[in-house]
């Protein structure tokens, strides 16, 4: 891994490389939940013929900073045709540990091409990702089943984090959520918990009450 400003990636690449990877961690407060992780992360490239790469070891991702980008130089894979799909795969060692990957990005020098995989969601420890090129396909049209298992597992994971609830009688059905269940890069900007004895609590605003005691007002 070459961190920016420390070394010419250019100068680095041998004859024999054949990929570089660009890995970008997202640029959040905590962009590993639980603080540094000890897991280790792991790629592997498949062609559209279904022909994969060895695994190839990513180091030092646990100790990347939020926003950072991390470059990877790997070497030739023999009968390897164009990039179609990556899987990230990290080794977990810490329950709860996620790391919240925004894309990685592949340069393929043998044949001059460059892809990219959005990612934009956490990666937990101890767990796998496959994704597709530009991510662009609904979950009912991907083919390959282990990515469709995949999306279908992600969609009900994505479902439980959301509740729809009457909060006060005759009251509208509104988003509810215990305090920290909401992923916090998902936080409505005009919803703030609020906390401190009632008498300062502003007058001109509408209350709502969630179980567990904390106080949310909307702005």
């Known amino acids: 891994m070459f961190p920016e400003g420390e070394c010419d ?7 024999s490389d054949r990929f570089v990877v660009t890995v970008h961690t997202g640029d959040r407060q905590k ?8 897991s280790h992360v792991f790629a592997q490239f ?29 070497p030739h894979v023999s009968g390897l ?18 790391w919240l990957v ?18 934009h969601r956490w990666l937990e420890a101890g767990f796998q990702m496959r994704l597709d ?16 298992t995949q999306r279908a597992r992600e969609l009900v994971d994505r479902r439980a984090l959301y509740e729809y609830a009457q909060i006060f009688k005759e009251g509208p059905v509104q988003l509810y959520y215990e305090d920290d269940d909401l992923p916090f890069e998902e936080c409505p900007s005009f919803i703030e918990l609020v906390t401190g004895p009632s008498d300062r609590r502003p007058a ?3 209350w709502v009450l969630p179980r567990g005691g904390g106080q949310r007002k909307l702005m």
């Open 9 to 15: 990636l250019q100068d680095a690449v041998r004859p």
């Open 31 to 38: 962009a590993w939940s639980g603080g540094a992780s000890e």
């Open 46 to 74: 498949r062609d559209a013929a279904g022909r994969d790469s060895p695994f190839f070891s990513l180091p030092y991702l646990s100790s990347t900073r939020p926003g950072s980008v991390d470059f990877y130089i790997l």
């Open 81 to 98: 045709g164009a990039i179609a799909t990556l899987l990230l795969r990290r080794r977990g060692r810490q329950d709860g540990d996620a």
């Open 102 to 119: 925004d894309a990685v990005g592949v340069t393929d020098r043998r044949l001059r091409r460059r892809h990219v995989f959005p990612v």
């Open 133 to 148: 090129e530009f991510d662009c396909r609904l979950p009912q049209d991907v083919l390959d089943r282990e990515m469709a």
């Open 204 to 206: 001109n605003l509408d």
